[in-house]
């Protein structure tokens, strides 16, 4: 029951390097689009969040861009570091997740 | 440290047995969220439980329950346990700041099923 496509599935960029990690939904009644950030062994933690009426959020380096019309929304990390380095979950409210992205940032 | 808390860290039990599963949210949330999240599949949403009520309902098993006690404590049962069920289970609890939901996710507890 994937409502959320979320890709590329892996990343490697080197530090400095903007990744940037796309997500797609299909139900427009969602209406919370939180990004959450996961390092190994630990639970999920919110990283920020955009609702549908904002086309762009910036906090800190972490900037989300979204696509109302083209129902898809994005992550840019600016001058990544190796301690982004993690798995990072898109979601559509707080019951749909993408199957998560798994960046390495290398030094 | 998110305030949410989750025991056991770590269970290994055999197929057909049952465990239970312990949560609790932070200081003042109403609201427990419990996931599955296994390789293959990502974080999959199983149930939320807002202040003792079944809230919403996910991709939860008929051989899964959970319930939320009046301290808010929450806890998720799995029964007839399967080799599928082995991964790691979160529960999460919210607060609404400004409008706006956020949750805080346990450290989780970890299951393998042999």
């Known amino acids: 029951q994937q409502q959320v496509k979320q890709s590329p599935q892996s990343l490697i960029v080197q530090k400095g390097g903007i990744p940037i990690i796309n997500c797609a939904y299909e139900n427009t009644a969602f209406d919370y689009f939180p990004w959450y950030q996961q390092f190994p062994g630990k639970g999920p933690a919110l990283l920020i969040a955009i609702r549908p009426d904002v086309s762009e959020k910036k906090e800190g380096r972490f900037t989300i861009s979204f696509n109302k019309s083209a129902k898809q929304f994005s992550l840019h990390i600016m001058d990544s570091q190796p301690g982004d380095s993690a798995t990072y979950f898109c979601?559509?409210?707080?019951?749909?997740f993408g199957a998560g992205t798994r960046l390495t940032v290398k030094p | 440290d998110s305030g949410v808390t989750q025991t056991p860290k770590h269970l290994i039990t055999a197929t057909g047995q049952r465990v239970t599963l312990r949560c609790s949210p932070r200081s003042g949330d109403l609201s427990v969220y419990w996931y599955q999240q296994s390789l293959d599949q990502g974080l999959q949403f199983l149930i939320q439980y807002y202040n003792g009520e079944e809230r919403a309902k996910g991709n939860i098993l008929e051989r899964f329950s959970a319930q939320q006690f009046p301290d808010l404590h929450s806890e998720l049962n799995l029964s007839s346990l399967e080799l599928g069920d082995s991964a790691l289970y979160f529960c999460?609890?919210?607060?609404?700041?400004?409008?706006?939901?956020?949750?805080?996710f346990g450290p989780g507890t970890r299951l393998l099923v042999l």
């Open positions: 979601a559509a409210s707080v019951m749909r």
């Open positions: 999460a609890s919210s607060a609404l700041a400004g409008g706006q939901e956020t949750q805080y």
